[in-house]
């Protein structure tokens, strides 16, 4: 890994979390139409979201950021990387596309997307850094567990 740069760092988990909040800001408060859906079993109260996605948009930017610093200067990193904005981009149109304009089944296939976007991104990830890879499992079970909350919401509502 080259040296490293304490800048680079924060850009890379400053910049997701800035998409999440962002995300969150365009969507309008989640509270009141959590509160009014009909949710499916295993869903977890409103307050934890914010929390876990903090978490995981953190690991999402250092696990980039050991990619970005890592040896490895070929098409790997690049494909990993693309793999990672990718991924960005649709996570931050899923709130919007979710509470924002209430599109369950489409905010459901979005989640779905998401999470296979992720596991490529773990798969991608893993040819540049294992410990990059490995960081976002966290990010990929939490994905699984949405899209199944996204597709019940649908179906009940």
């Known amino acids: ?81 693309g793999f990672y904005f990718i991924q960005l981009a649709v996570n931050f149109s899923w709130s919007i596309i979710f509470f924002r304009f209430r599109l369950f089944l489409l905010a459901a296939l979005t989640a779905l997307l998401l999470a296979v976007l992720v596991a490529g991104m773990i798969l991608a990830f893993r040819k540049v850094s294992k410990t990059a890879a490995y960081i976002n499992i966290p990010y990929l079970v939490w994905m699984t567990f949405a899209a199944y909350l996204a597709f019940g919401v649908w179906i009940l509502n």
């Open 1 to 81: 890994m080259k040296k490293f740069s304490l800048t680079d760092l924060l850009i890379f988990v400053v910049s997701a979390e800035l998409t999440g909040a962002v995300s969150a800001l365009i969507s309008g408060s989640f509270s009141p139409l959590y509160a009014e859906i009909r949710n499916p079993p295993f869903a977890p109260p409103a307050f934890l979201f914010p929390v876990v996605w903090t978490i995981l948009y953190a690991l999402m930017g250092f696990s980039a950021y050991l990619v970005y610093r890592s040896e490895d200067s070929g098409s790997d990193r690049s494909t990993a990387l």
